[in-house]
């Protein structure tokens, strides 16, 4: 069982940098891949970003790649994500989550349905 709080969610101005954390509970935090997720009103849930348990392997929606950035703290049980170059169509709620994908191919990554443990989630806004 793994338990996911996220922080650092805000309302920031366009051009403007946000870090996010996932902080877990449990001790097998290291051997679960972990993804951050985000849900806009009366929109699906998207896929933003994932990580192997390793931090081998990092996999980002083409929306944000180049802005964003995973990466985790085993050691903190803590997953981050530093956001910069925020843009207005960034405004979310975001999502950690953690779970098994198999294989370790951007297919499974990316598919929320592949996680079994979610966090509550943090609201980002980011003003024009």
């Known amino acids: 069982q793994v338990q996911l709080v996220e922080s650092g969610g805000g309302l920031v101005q366009a051009g403007g940098s946000l870090r996010l954390s996932c902080a877990a509970s449990?001790?097998?935090?290291?051997?679960?891949?972990m993804g951050w997720f985000r849900q806009a009103p009366g929109k699906e849930r998207e896929f933003v970003a994932a990580i192997s348990w390793s931090s081998t392997l990092t996999y980002y929606a083409d929306s944000v790649k180049g802005r964003f950035t995973i990466s985790r703290d085993n050691a903190k049980n803590t997953m981050y994500l530093q956001m910069n170059s925020l843009k207005p169509e960034d405004t979310a709620g975001y999502y950690c989550?953690?779970?098994?994908?198999?294989?370790?191919?951007?297919?499974?990554?990316?598919?929320?349905?592949?996680?079994?443990?979610w966090g509550q989630g943090t609201q980002v806004t980011v003003s024009s």
């Open positions: 449990g001790r097998s935090f290291s051997t679960y891949t």
């Open positions: 989550a953690a779970g098994r994908p198999s294989p370790s191919q951007y297919y499974y990554y990316s598919s929320s349905d592949r996680y079994d443990y």
